[in-house]
C-alpha cells in the first residue's frame, strides 16, 4: 500500500507559479514511477509530469518549459513547479505512483488559473 498526500494548489493569476507537493507513505524511489497527472471538468485525466525509471522525466507537450518535476528521496516527496501558469492548466492534478504494477493516486488539489 502506498499513500500520497498532495498539497499546493490554489488560485492564481495567468502567469504565476504555483508548486505542488505529493508526500509517499513509502520510499518514492520504490516506485516504478511516480508524478503528476490532471484532469479538467468534463474532460480526461492526462499526463502531466511524471519520473520514469531512474531520474528519465516525462512531460505533456503543453507544460514543457513551463513546469518541472523534482524530487526529495530524503522527505519522499515530489514537487511539481509550476510557472507562467495558463488559464488551460486549470485543472484537479492528482499524484500518482506506480508501485510493484499497482497504480496508486492522491486526492487530487485544485488548481485554478484566472485571466
Known amino acids: 500500500q502506498v499513500q500520497l498526500v498532495e498539497s499546493g494548489g490554489g488560485l492564481v493569476q495567468a502567469g504565476g507559479s504555483l508548486r505542488l507537493s505529493c508526500a509517499a507513505s513509502r520510499s518514492i524511489l520504490s516506485m516504478n514511477a511516480m508524478g503528476w497527472y490532471r484532469q479538467a471538468p468534463e474532460k480526461q485525466r492526462d499526463l502531466v509530469a511524471v519520473?520514469?525509471?531512474?531520474?528519465?522525466?516525462n512531460y505533456a507537450d503543453s507544460v514543457k518549459g513551463r513546469f518541472t518535476i523534482s524530487r526529495d528521496s530524503v522527505k519522499n516527496i515530489v514537487y511539481l513547479e509550476m510557472n507562467s501558469l495558463k488559464p488551460e492548466d486549470t485543472a484537479v492534478y492528482y499524484c500518482?505512483?506506480?508501485?510493484?504494477?499497482?497504480?496508486?493516486w492522491g486526492q487530487g488539489t485544485q488548481v485554478t488559473v484566472s485571466s
Open positions: 519520473f520514469t525509471s531512474g531520474r528519465n522525466t
Open positions: 500518482n505512483a506506480v508501485h510493484f504494477g499497482v497504480d496508486y
